[in-house]
């Protein structure tokens, strides 16, 4: 009786044009299915795929609209967690940055070895997250070619924000190189002697990169809930190619999200051999604000966790689609 209210207070998730569509076929899904808290987790997040609306629906069956809205919203988690992963990964930089621990990887071919994984990791996340993604940019982009350019708008928050990024960067790169001179930031520090200038220029990077990284996100579910089509067909190379877009994006998404896991495991250890050469770092106050070491550095390994197992969900949810089963 309990999973028969549970599951009629799901069912009331979804929008009523839906309800009405498949609700009979829905029921029974449920009574086969709904006996766990991770089951009901499922059909949650099988409401934010109805809301989405990938497909009208006219010749599908319920079944397969679900899948296909399921592998979407798979590419839609992996994709925000890899966003909540970066934010972490770059306060990690930042914290580096400001202590010690980076003239000590210069002799340290362990620790060395560690920061190295973290920075191929990121290339090959982005990179699969960027390969993954461009079957989608180019169907917005076309479109909006065609008259629809709201999505075009929203395609280019991403690029704003790396831009923004970019001359954050280039402005901190000038004032490092004594070409910009800013009242109380010095262009060269010792590591540990971070004068407040300089910390509150890299707290600005980092508070660019952030809002950023939560624009760019916002946008890209936008992008996405509002792409209502599940395959495109392009032509290059004198051929006409059709592409599954949000099938196409799933191997990318299980690349960038091993990646993740990777570059976890390698972040752990380089705090753990971190923590073993230089003990006092950890009880010291290299946090950005001049918070302790230690609690920012376990804020990173947690916010890291959190968006691999996000994105490991993801993918695990949208496997059997992938597979056909």
Known sequence: MRMDRVGAWLTSLYPRAWRERYGAEFDILLEQCLHSPLDALDVLLGAVDAHLQLLNGEDLTWRMLNMLNKLRTTILLVFTAFIGFIVAGFSLVGLA?????????????????????????????????????????????????????RGLGLLMVPVVSFLAVMLFLGFVFLVGSGRIHVPGVDPVVQ???????????????????????????????????????????????????????????????????????????????????????????????????????????????????????????????????????
């Open 191 to 325: 590591p540990g002697t971070f004068p407040a200038g300089n910390r509150l220029m890299l707290e600005g990077l980092m508070l660019v990169f952030i809002l950023g990284a939560f624009a760019s996100t916002l946008a890209v579910w936008k992008v996405i809930s509002r792409t209502d089509s599940e395959q495109e067909t392009f032509h290059a190379v004198g051929r006409n190619l059709t592409v599954k877009i949000y099938r196409f994006a799933f191997v990318p998404a299980v690349i960038a999200t091993l990646t993740m896991l990777v570059m976890l495991v390698a972040t752990v250890s380089w705090g753990w051999l971190s923590f073993s050469a230089l003990p006092q770092v950890f009880a010291g106050n290299f946090g950005p604000w001049g918070t302790s070491t230690q609690a920012w550095f376990i804020s990173i390994i947690v916010v890291m966790a959190v968006c691999t197992a996000m994105a490991f969900f993801g993918v695990q949810r949208g496997r059997p689609r992938q597979t056909g089963r």
């Open 97 to 149: 940055d400001d202590s010690p621990m980076i003239p000590l990887m210069k002799t340290n071919p362990a620790l060395a070895a560690a920061w190295t994984t973290i920075q191929i990791g990121s290339v090959v996340a982005l990179m699969a997250v960027v390969i993954g993604g461009f079957p989608l940019a180019l169907t917005v982009v076309r479109r909006a070619l065609s008259g629809e350019r």
